[in-house]
């Protein structure tokens, strides 16, 4: 699957978004308290969102996927 970041973080309601490409279907949408504990955490870092090497990309997807499934999980327990 090919998926791409939309995410505005400089703004005052700032969101990140892991869309995939070729449905449009949005697989992950990270707000508000979820994304500042991520920023927290480094798990969030623009400098490697940003980054033009796809197997960085790759792997950030991948670890925000993993996060935010895990903060969800604890979060309901």
Known sequence: MTYFIDAWLDRPQPY?????????????KVEGEELEQLRE????DMQELSSPEPSLIKAKIRQLFFLC?????????
Not at 19 to 28: Q, S
Not at 41 to 44: E, K
Not at 72 to 77: N, V
Request: aromatic share 0%; hydrophobic share 40%.
């Open 16 to 28: 990140l978004r892991i869309i995939n490409r070729l449905t449009g279907h949005v697989c992950l």
């Open 41 to 44: 955490q480094g798990a969030l």
């Open 69 to 77: 499934c895990a903060q969800a999980t604890t979060a309901h327990t």
